[in-house]
């Protein structure tokens, strides 16, 4: 067995899912809140293009880097709605934003190269960076999601890569301006380059999160998908717009990897960058909905919580073992993910989707409270 896994644990997010999933099947009454996708189906407009793609022959093979009118059309989103001035032929579409995150490590880490993941931090991002021979970094951030102002001292000779997830997995928060352009000012000081996930960028509530990429276009590989904002994170589509050498040197795994992402798949894709645009406020205004019931209810049962505003995901604070309190929790019927599986730092919160039925959410909030509060 290749040692470079040894140090890659099994997705936690996935595992817990498999097994509120298990015990459910088992005919436990789990509410489970580990989704990290929306609860809601694809809107029919996309499906009808992918149908009408799959019916039209869009079955062979794609070109590697994706289809010339989508890599077009992303290109223009990106100019239009995240001030990035990048063409084109520098947009590789790949099936899901987390391959392109793995080819971006897999491209610019060296054995030993050092990437900064700020704690609580998706969880593949560590995979990503330990896959590829790297060493992640764990930087904490602040109570409220803001990032700490003594970065340059986590940087060294062996440090490539910053990795920024703005609205933030797992804890919703959204970075303002100024630690983005802390974080440019750092990769300008160092020739440090920036993978910016914005995946949940269309999720927000009331605020206009900030790409990176529109300070330092050479430095920046902005990586953005379909999964949350249209719904599709089964269809697997996503894609990143990179300067030239990591861009080429994304196209060659993907081309010895997967060969191109689904080729009829991208029409739908195509449809929800071009297609109207209000599915996606209907859920946000849902989802907003259910933040506010969430962050109301954990406060409630006497825990502290951020308002998060961005993402799905709500972030309290426990105390003691977030493992525990994850066990605990499922015990009482409720399926949520530790803390633990988001970064070294974080084992005193736990992870709560709301990506499901507000009456679940409210049912749910119940058995927690009772769990909470012994009442
Ligand atoms: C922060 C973050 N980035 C990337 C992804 C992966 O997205 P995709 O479904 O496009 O691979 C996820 C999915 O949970 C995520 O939370």
Redesign the pocket.
């Known amino acids: 067995m290749s040692s470079r896994l040894d140090q890659v644990e099994e997705s936690a ?1 996935l595992r817990l899912a498999d097994l509120t999933n298990e015990l459910k099947r088992q005919g436990k009454d789990i509410l489970s809140f580990n989704l ?2 929306p609860d809601f189906n694809t809107p029919s407009n996309i499906v009808e293009a992918a149908e009408k793609a799959l019916k039209s022959g869009k079955t062979h093979y794609a070109p590697a880097a994706g289809i010339p009118e989508l890599r077009d059309a992303i290109a223009a989103k990106l100019k239009n709605e995240n001030k990035l001035d990048v063409p084109g032929k520098n947009v590789l579409v790949t ?7 793995f080819y971006v490590t897999f491209s610019l880490l060296e054995e030993g190269d050092e990437a900064i993941v700020f704690d609580p931090g ?1 969880v ?1 991002y560590d995979a990503c960076i330990k896959m590829s021979g790297g060493k992640t970094v764990w930087v904490k951030s602040n109570e409220d999601g803001s990032l700490p102002r003594d970065l340059s001292k986590y940087v060294n000779k062996k440090t490539k890569l910053i990795i920024l ?1 703005s609205p ?2 797992p804890s919703g928060a959204v970075l303002d301006t100024k630690d983005i352009r802390m974080v440019a000012d750092l990769s300008k000081d160092h020739g440090l380059y920036v993978l910016s ?1 914005e ?2 960028e269309k999720i927000v509530y009331d605020v206009k999160p900030v790409s990176i990429g529109s300070m330092i276009p050479d430095k920046t590989v902005t ?1 953005n ?4 904002a249209y719904a599709m ?1 089964g269809w ?3 894609y990143a717009a990179a300067p030239k050498p990591v861009f080429q040197n994304m196209l060659k795994v993907q081309q010895h990897t997967a060969t191109s992402p689904t080729t009829f798949v991208q029409y739908g894709a195509l449809e929800a960058i071009n297609g109207p645009q209000d599915s996606v406020e209907n859920m946000c205004r849902q989802f907003k909905e259910r933040r506010d019931v969430v962050v109301k209810g954990l406060r409630d049962m006497g825990l502290q919580c951020e308002t998060p505003l961005g ?1 799905f995901y709500a972030w309290p604070k426990v105390k003691g073992s977030s493992e525990k309190w994850a066990e605990k929790f499922l015990e009482a019927g409720v399926g949520l993910t530790p803390g633990s599986a988001f970064g070294p730092h974080s084992d005193d919160h736990i992870r709560m989707s709301y990506a499901s039925s507000m009456n679940d959410i409210k049912k749910g909030l119940e058995r927690m409270k009772k769990c909470v509060t012994g009442a």
């Open positions: 997010t990290g996708e099936p899901g934003a987390k391959q392109a995150v998706w593949s997830n933030n997995n996930d995946i949940y990586i998908g379909f999964s949350k994170a697997r589509i996503g993402a």
